[in-house]
């Protein structure tokens, strides 16, 4: 059995701390099945938020008269938006993991792979194992127990970024923030959107006044159906059937989008043979310090069930790294920001960042210590915060 300082397994979040390790002079393995980069770069907020980008312009097109201007949208390249949103993803993946495997430390084991022991994993054909471990797994689309629907081909939100050809009609199940991005980038494109929510309102999950707010907005554009739940699915003739239970009623369309939420990667990497505690969900429990119940052990990201975005785990991993790599000894660095400089677009708009900071406390702290949405440009001054600390 192949013996490493660290095992890291998911390259998105994980990736931080797979370079920390090896940095300082630590031998690290590095579990990735998919394309390098996780589930924000290749399949969630970076590919969204460009295809997103496309749909406002489009809407900006032909909200114009608004502002004076008329003007028109002539025809959709619907492929080409696809393909140039792909092709910059998969670009940034392969780049990383052209680096990875040039630096040889993390090594990189790209294969399917599994938990045999508590700091132990079956890598493929090889055996690795490890002091420190870190489960930065990630979560996958969970598929509701709709009859009929696993026989069909339906997208889930991985499929529905990659899909070339622009759908006439996009029947979507689930209300939540996914599915109200996928309505919203389809529909401004030209399709038409019928959204199906089990409850009475969408983003549920979120505060119910602006829930309710978004919900009678964005039901002023798209055809939502509340308090409504699918009796079963059928697919002939590349036309999906969309049986409704509550009076019966049948929809029909070209496609058909999944959005109920997600499930955790704890059962693919079989992390019960670590002895590590999952909750009744399948995300693994951890402790104020991102520790499991085994010592050595962290998890963090989407796999651990708290707050599923790129910028909380983002914000974790630097807990990950104090906690693990610093004997838990947390440091004040006490910097205090005496200036700072921007040049290029929207240098009057990040400057305003550093100038709350120096009015609030004055310490790079008031800035590396936040939590940046991610994708958004203000992470970059964030990012040279982080690199004179």
């Not at 630096?103 to 194992?129: D, H, T």
């Not at 964005?218 to 079963?232: D, G, I, M, P, Q």
């Not at 402790?287 to 983002?314: K, M, Q, S, V």
């Not at 009015?359 to 800035?367: L, S, V």
Request: net charge negative; glycine share 8%.
């Amino acid at each position: 059995m192949k013996k490493f300082d660290v095992i890291v397994v998911g390259s998105g979040a994980g990736l931080e701390i797979a370079s920390f390790a090896a940095e300082h002079n630590s031998s690290v393995a590095l579990i990735e099945e998919g394309p390098l980069g996780g589930t924000c770069l290749n399949r969630g907020c970076i590919p969204s938020k460009m295809l997103i980008h496309s749909a406002d312009v489009a809407e900006t097109i032909k909200e114009s008269a608004k502002f004076g201007i008329k003007s028109k949208i002539e025809s959709i390249d619907f492929s080409s938006i696809v393909k140039r949103v792909s092709e910059a993803v998969d670009t940034d993946s392969s780049g990383i993991e052209q680096a990875v495997r040039k630096s040889g430390n993390p090594v990189l084991y790209k294969v399917r792979s599994k938990f045999i022991g508590s700091k132990q994993m079956q890598a493929g054909s090889e055996q690795i194992e490890a002091d420190k471990v870190f489960i930065v797994g990630g979560t996958r689309p969970s598929t509701p127990p709709i009859p009929g629907i696993k026989d069909t081909p339906y997208l889930d939100s991985t499929k529905a970024l990659r899909l070339e050809k622009q759908p006439e009609h996009l029947v979507i199940i689930g209300g939540g923030y996914i599915a109200a991005e996928l309505a919203h980038f389809f529909g401004a494109l030209g399709t038409k959107i019928t959204i199906l929510v089990r409850g009475k309102r969408m983003l549920d999950n979120e505060d119910e006044e602006i829930a309710d707010w978004f919900t009678k907005e964005f039901s002023k554009k798209y055809e939502v159906l509340f308090n409504t739940e699918v009796e079963a699915v059928s697919y002939q003739d590349s036309k999906f059937t969309i049986k409704l239970k509550s009076d019966g009623r049948k929809l029909e369309a070209d496609q058909l989008l999944v959005a109920t939420g997600r499930v955790s990667n704890t059962d693919i990497l079989d992390v019960k043979a670590t002895g590590v505690e999952i909750d009744e969900k399948g995300y693994i429990k951890v402790n104020d310090y991102l520790e499991t119940n085994i010592e050595g052990i962290w998890a963090f990201g989407d796999i651990i069930g708290i707050l599923p975005f790129r910028h909380a785990a983002n914000d974790q991993v630097g807990f990950a790294i104090r906690n693990a790599f610093t004997d838990k000894v947390l440091v004040d660095e006490q910097n205090n920001i005496l200036g700072v400089h921007i040049i290029g677009p929207n240098a009057s708009i990040l400057i305003h960042e550093a100038i709350v900071a120096m009015k609030a406390n004055g310490k790079t702290t008031a800035i590396t210590d936040s939590v940046y949405i991610h994708p958004a440009l203000p992470e970059w001054l964030q990012r040279a915060f982080f690199a004179i600390e």
